[in-house]
């Protein structure tokens, strides 16, 4: 055995315990300074280099057990607590638990809901507490944010709706919204909001690439108990719901495309109503959409370092007659699907 590089005299021992020492001492002096970076500084920059160099430090040695301290996580918490109130918004409330982990709390659903980051690689996803719903992904190393449509559903709209009213709903997506916008105006992020864009054009495209047309018959019969008007498309490429105020949502395909993807697009005059808006508020929408989830989910698309190759458009032309399902439209999708 080759001992060159083994410890084997007291002198030796005692070196390599005061070499360790002053490793120890350099790393606790860096981490102090980055804990007061980012507990203090009131620049948006300093914040994130604070958060990130935290993130990848490893404390771990040999010879000396660092005193408790917090953990991945804990600091994209932090971080986007920080930067919330750099803004001026307090409605998110973070503490320390009794596991020493950094929880988030939103005012309006404070008493029944909680939240965290988890951290895998170098993602970091902002998570629901009680079914672990990943409501938004966070990279700090290549800046992106983004939301994930399917939590959003599945905590909002399906089990959230159930406890809270779509008033407390609306105001715990703001902060998270706002924190969105905040990554990119002050530090250049890219962000994703998906179904929370109000952007009017914005696509949302479906999991399925086709659809069963049967699937807006049901939305049809269903507004026969509303006031709202159910109109075809010109082109025979998808139906528009015209709602209040205005509002209008769109389930359609680019007749241009040839790949027909469907996909839902809402039109709003003051350009504040999402797709996501629409489950929320319109019950006939999400007693709709939820019964057929399986055929009108809407996809999660990833966000790339690229340029972004699916950018929205609205290309396609407004509704001209009231829809009817067993006008010519019906008959020859349904022929073409036989």
Do not use: C
Not at 194 to 202: A, K, P, R, V, Y
Not at 237 to 247: F, H, K, P, R, T
Not at 293 to 314: F, M
């Amino acid at each position: 055995m080759n001992n060159s590089k083994m410890i084997s005299s007291p002198s030796e021992q005692l070196t390599a315990l005061s070499d360790s020492f002053k490793d120890v001492l350099k790393l606790g002096q860096q981490y102090v300074d980055l804990l007061d970076q980012l507990a203090q500084t009131d620049a948006a920059e300093k914040m994130l280099t604070a958060t990130t160099a935290l993130v990848k430090l490893d404390l771990a040695n040999a010879f000396i057990n660092f005193p408790q301290h917090y953990q991945a996580a804990d600091y994209y918490l932090i971080f986007m607590g920080r930067l919330l109130e750099k803004h001026g918004i307090d409605a998110v409330k973070i503490s320390e638990n009794a596991r020493h982990e950094f929880i988030a709390r939103i005012d309006s659903v404070a008493d029944q809901e909680s939240f965290k980051f988890t951290v895998d690689g170098g993602e970091a996803a902002f998570t629901e507490q009680g079914e672990q719903e990943p409501l938004f992904y966070l990279d700090l190393t290549n800046r992106l944010m983004q939301f994930n449509n399917q939590a959003l559903i599945n905590y909002f709209i399906v089990r959230a709706l159930k406890k809270h009213t779509d008033l407390e709903l609306r105001d715990a997506v703001k902060p998270l919204i706002a924190f969105a916008e905040e990554l990119k105006a002050d530090l250049d992020f890219t962000i994703n909001l998906g179904i929370l864009n109000t952007e009017n054009g914005q696509h949302f495209n479906l999991v399925q690439p086709e659809l069963d047309l049967r699937v807006i018959d049901r939305l049809f019969v269903s507004t026969a108990e509303n006031d709202y008007m159910l109109m075809n498309l010109p082109r025979n490429n998808g139906a528009e719901l015209v709602l209040d105020q205005g509002i209008k949502l769109d389930i359609a395909f680019d007749p241009d495309d040839y790949s027909q993807q469907w996909f839902f697009a809402v039109q709003d005059p003051s350009s504040q109503v999402s797709f996501f808006d629409t489950l929320l508020h319109y019950n006939l929408i999400r007693k709709w959409f939820l019964a057929n989830r399986e055929a009108l989910a809407v996809r999660s698309d990833k966000l790339v370092l690229a340029g972004d190759d699916q950018e929205a458009t609205s290309d396609y032309a407004e509704p001209t007659e009231v829809f009817t399902p067993d006008g010519d439209q019906q008959e020859g999708e349904h022929d073409d699907q036989q």
